[in-house]
């Protein structure tokens, strides 16, 4: 079955960076689109960012220039390099694929002091 295990996150100050990582399982990892997803406190699960089978990459619009989406098929993992963070991009965040599964792990949390 499907498992995602997110990794990496921790309290940083304003300014400082992250890098999150998601090992997948149970999926065909290097045919499938994948995305980082943020639910922030009092909001709604967003997709942040997100990368297709062959390397292209989207951000949203409050990440970009800040964020950077990888993946490495050979481990299955799909990795979030996030730069001059905010408050604003405290919360919870999850990898799935894109669209995302039903499924979703457990998150890691994210939390940027001011």
């Known amino acids: 079955q499907v498992q995602l295990v997110e990794s990496g996150g921790d309290l940083v100050q304003a300014g400082g960076s992250l890098r999150l990582s998601c090992v997948a399982s149970g999926i065909w990892f290097r045919v499938t689109a994948m995305g980082w997803y943020r639910r922030a406190p009092g909001k709604q699960r967003e997709l942040v960012a997100s990368i297709t089978s062959g390397g292209t990459t989207n951000y949203a619009d409050s990440v970009k220039g800040r964020f950077t989406i990888s993946r490495d098929n050979a481990k299955n993992t799909v990795y979030l390099q996030m730069d001059s963070l905010k408050p604003d991009d405290t919360g919870v965040y999850y990898c799935?694929?894109?669209?995302?599964?039903?499924?979703w792990g457990q998150g890691t949390q994210v939390t940027v002091s001011s």
């Open positions: 799935n694929k894109d669209p995302p599964y039903a499924y």
